[in-house]
């Protein structure tokens, strides 16, 4: 199985302030990348696919990059309703894996 | 708009069945893949299993934690997902959720909670 990594697991930043997390993939899967926002008590919200392609909707505050096995997902400007935990997931092979999540809180 | 309306969960004892549902609507359903993804209470997400469209013989994969004892259905006639979980364990409870297996999974449903307990 493909082991998802990310870091930092959490964070605390300013409103207005950008912030990069990163997604390691323990092998190559291409572009195969999901980014995923959660809130307290809300189901998944699919921000990137593809590594990079935005979804319907989705503020271009959000960007992603990176393809094999390196990935990051910038959130530009932070907003009080950015603050949530985000996870990537690869699709690059079964089973589709998740990482641990990353916590951005405010500070 | 695409909406997923999962129902189905409660409280089971281990060893027991349960069978999740997932009504869709706001899209052709029977041309899409569709997923179920769990959460643990205070935990991250786990891919739970998948099942293609008609095209692809709504064949499945599911992940090793539930093979043999998960399975996914569907009825496109009834915009329908399912969820026949049996031989539940305690590891099991988590919230469930089903997916729209599209660039990713780009949509979800609200969810529904399985606990399983004696």
């Known amino acids: 199985d493909i082991q998802m990594t990310q870091s930092p697991s959490s964070l605390s930043a300013f409103v207005g302030d950008r912030v990069t997390i990163t997604c390691r993939a323990s092998q190559g899967i291409r572009n195969s990348l999901g980014w995923f926002q959660q809130k307290p008590g809300k189901a998944p919200k699919s921000l990137i696919y593809d590594a990079s392609r935005l979804q319907s909707g989705v503020p271009s505050k959000f960007s992603g990059s990176g393809s094999g096995t390196e990935f990051t997902l910038t959130i530009n400007s932070l907003q009080p309703e950015d603050f949530a935990t985000y996870y990537c997931?690869?699709?690059?092979?079964?089973?589709?894996?998740f990482g641990p999540g990353t916590k951005v809180d405010i500070k | 708009e695409v909406q997923l309306v999962e129902s189905g969960g409660g409280l089971v004892q281990p060893g027991g069945s349960l069978r999740l549902s997932c009504v869709a609507s706001?899209?052709?359903?029977?041309?899409?893949?569709m997923d179920w993804v769990r959460q643990a209470p205070g935990k991250g997400l786990e891919w739970v299993g998948r099942i293609r469209n008609k095209a692809n013989s709504h064949t499945t994969e599911y992940a090793a934690s539930v093979k043999g004892r998960f399975t996914i259905s569907r009825d496109d006639s009834k915009n329908s997902l399912y969820l026949q979980m049996n031989s539940l364990q305690t590891e099991d409870t988590a919230m469930y959720y089903c997916?729209?297996?599209?660039?990713?999974?780009?949509?979800w449903g609200q969810g529904t909670l399985v606990t399983v307990s004696s």
């Open positions: 997931q690869q699709y690059g092979s079964y089973p589709y894996t």
């Open positions: 997916a729209r297996g599209h660039h990713s999974f780009d949509y």
């Open positions: 706001g899209f052709t359903f029977s041309d899409h893949y």
